[in-house]
């Protein structure tokens, strides 16, 4: 692997995250004049050498990011003599400022609201997927392996939404009547419901986008490796202050996410846990 393909193997997954050897349903990107396929990447990464891997390891970290590389034998549905290369997040490091949160947020929001409030429903939203894919099924976020059996419904995750927004709107009736609520929990009691499928549709075409989430029917969606691997990677130490006594071991107590109390807006961004940023 000379500098041009490090270069070229680089970009591939800065916007895909993944290259697989044998790649199985999903084509991320077939052969092209001038742009490296999955297939050449995945190549160019399986004969490269220890010092030419150590040099790409390297650089990787001092952005902030790590190569992860794992075969049939670490987690199921990598066929046999296969092997994924993925590029995933340090959760000890600080990521530079070129991974923004902008292209996100622009995917995600509706008409014209704020970024704010873009940020509060993904957060929102995020929380309520991670129950449908741990809580429901009392999986533990070490438990990455069992990544093909976590499966949820569109429809599931808009009216897990709606029953949610319906548990703030009761809890919430008296502050929002004595002006004494916290913007983002009016942010949430300002919807109508015509947005919720539409705000749903949004967040999980962004995952699928970023791989942390595959199609599997019509609007059935599978946790992908790279989407557990990153929570269990990050989630612990992001979203500790939601999880309350023993994080380390189940995340079957994660609280719905009302929020009853002021948080400022830095605190309400997208959180890292929840990381889709190529």
């Known amino acids: ?85 993925m590029l995933l997040r340090n959760p000890e490091a600080e990521l530079p400022a070129m991974f923004s949160q902008q292209q996100v947020l622009q995917k995600l929001k509706v008409r014209n609201e704020t970024k704010e409030a873009t940020a509060v429903w993904f957060i929102h939203l995020w929380l309520l997927m991670l129950g449908l894919l741990y809580t429901r099924t009392n999986r533990s976020l070490s438990d990455v392996s069992l990544y093909q059996n976590a499966v949820f419904n569109q429809e599931e995750l808009a009216e897990t939404l709606r029953s949610h927004l319906e548990t703030i709107r009761r809890t919430g009736e008296d502050k929002t009547e004595s002006n004494d609520a916290p913007r983002q929990l009016a942010i949430l009691l300002t919807e109508k419901g015509e947005d919720i499928n539409r705000r749903v549709k949004n967040f999980t075409d962004v995952l699928v986008d970023a791989n942390h989430l595959q199609a599997k029917g019509e609007k059935i969606f599978q946790q992908t490796l790279l989407g557990a691997l990153e929570v269990e990677q990050t989630g612990f130490s992001h979203l500790q202050h939601l999880i309350p006594g023993d994080i380390g071991k189940r995340i079957v107590n994660l609280p719905e996410p009302v929020i009853d109390h002021e948080e400022t807006t830095e605190e309400l961004k997208a959180p890292e846990a929840a990381d889709v940023r190529h």
């Open 1 to 85: 692997m000379n500098m041009t393909e490090m270069g070229e193997v680089y970009a591939y997954l800065l916007r895909h995250r993944i290259a697989e050897t044998r790649a199985q349903g999903v084509r991320r990107r077939a052969s092209q004049t001038g742009l490296l396929s999955e297939r050449d990447a995945a190549v160019i990464l399986k004969e490269a050498d220890e010092e030419q891997m150590q040099n790409f390891r390297s650089f990787l970290s001092g952005q902030g990011l790590q190569l992860g590389i794992y075969d049939s034998a670490d987690y199921p549905g990598i066929p046999p003599g296969g092997q994924i290369y």
